[in-house]
């Protein structure tokens, strides 16, 4: 009898040193296919590479071992597709989201994820509007278009010396809210805002609007869009003569762009919401890391913040010491967690983030080069 009870402990403290693990899963939005796809693949490429860095840490939930996922869903940039991916992770309790990418995606997502009560973090998301919805479940890792406009706005104003500027934009959440602050920026700047013109993110032919823009001779042409776009109108800006400098956002800021637009590209400054991978805390070590696991062609402009965004999620579940989303979202927003892109991260009570910077930068012959760095106030 007493053998037997002996066993039994035994055979009972062995499956308690072997329990199953605990399974989390983060879910991940953007687009994997379309125009838009390099940028939706390098933000996916930064979540994978994340759980797969949890993974190989055995990076432990209040001691207990933990199995990381990725689900990866394709939002195609449609706002109407992000609601249904938005839901998908509802229903499949997933334990957080990175996402979306495009802030058209993420402000109507991130009312589902509030009612489900998940936290949600956007690597690239940058319309000023989303946080202004007051959601606790939201937070966003990279500055946003008031500081990505009026940046532009004032470097055409203080480096350029532009005097006019024309004002293009996609009609995109994102696209018609970096263009307004640019402009807004650029009036109360003193230049003179000469034209303002719309497309859409699907148009491929800008040649009327661009015979337009050219009767007003701007020094500058500003796009609020994404480098889908602006790449064939780069090519018909030179084709048409014009001689204005080329201004946008982080939608343009990409590698890609110079694919798009050869060499008609080196007429662009664009500004992105954070620092240059050279002057990112662990910047240079990750991107090597990164090509090393994707390929050298594959970094665009968001994986270090998606990157960051999901190992901010786990070290808030590591910090409550659970993955449940109603008991690690209040760890989320003081997290002070030192990342890849930024010492400290901390969210604002809006959910944007604290103390956040700008690059701005230009190509030279199809290569992307920093020109600035700024502190957002």
């Known amino acids: 009898m007493k053998l037997k009870f002996a ?20 879910g991940s ?10 940028y939706g693949q390098d933000n996916t490429n930064g979540v994978r590479m994340a ?54 995606c993420t402000y109507p997502a991130t009312r589902i994820y509030q009612n489900a009560g998940i936290p ?30 009026a940046g532009l706005a ?3 104003k203080t480096k350029m010396h532009a005097k006019t500027v024309a004002v293009i934009d996609d009609r995109t959440a994102y696209g018609q809210g970096v263009a307004d602050v640019f402009s807004k920026t650029a009036a109360k700047d003193g230049m003179k805002v000469v034209d303002r013109e719309y497309t859409n ?5 800008f040649s009327a609007i661009l015979t337009k823009i050219k009767s007003e001779n701007p020094d500058v042409i500003f796009y609020g869009g994404m480098y889908s776009q602006a790449g064939p109108m780069l090519r018909q800006i030179q084709q048409l003569g014009i001689k204005a400098k080329f201004m946008g956002g982080d939608g343009i ?8 637009a050869g060499d008609a590209a080196d007429i662009t400054v664009c500004a992105e919401g954070g620092s240059p991978l050279s002057q990112m805390p662990g910047g240079v070590a990750w991107k090597k890391r990164y090509d090393a696991k994707f390929g050298a062609n594959a970094f665009q402009i968001y994986s270090p913040y998606s990157y960051d965004a999901t190992m901010v999620l786990a070290h808030a579940m590591a910090k409550a010491k659970s993955a449940d989303p109603a008991k690690y979202l209040k760890y989320v927003r003081n997290i002070d967690y030192n990342g890849v892109t930024k010492k400290d991260i901390h969210f604002e009570k809006d959910g944007n983030l604290s103390a956040p910077t700008i690059t701005l930068s230009t190509f030279d012959h199809g290569v992307k080069k920093v020109v600035a760095v700024e502190s957002v106030k």
């Open 7 to 26: 066993l039994l402990g035994l055979s009972m403290a062995i499956g308690t040193a072997y329990a199953a693990p605990l399974t989390v899963t983060i």
């Open 253 to 260: 800021c990409a590698p890609e762009l110079a694919k798009l």
């Open 154 to 156: 004032n470097y055409a």
């Open 201 to 205: 993110d699907k148009a491929t032919d």
């Open 120 to 149: 949600n973090i956007t690597p690239s998301s940058t319309d000023p509007k989303i946080a202004k919805q007051g959601y606790d479940t939201f937070f966003r890792i990279i500055a946003n278009d008031n500081a990505l406009g």
């Open 29 to 38: 939005a953007a687009p994997m296919s379309g125009p838009q796809a390099s």
């Open 51 to 104: 759980i797969d860095d949890l993974n190989a840490e055995h990076f432990k939930i209040d001691g207990q071992p933990v199995v990381w996922k990725i689900d990866a869903e394709d939002d195609q940039a449609d706002p109407k597709q992000a609601t249904t991916v938005a839901q998908k992770f509802v229903d499949e309790k997933v334990n957080g989201v990175v996402g979306h990418l495009n802030s058209g």
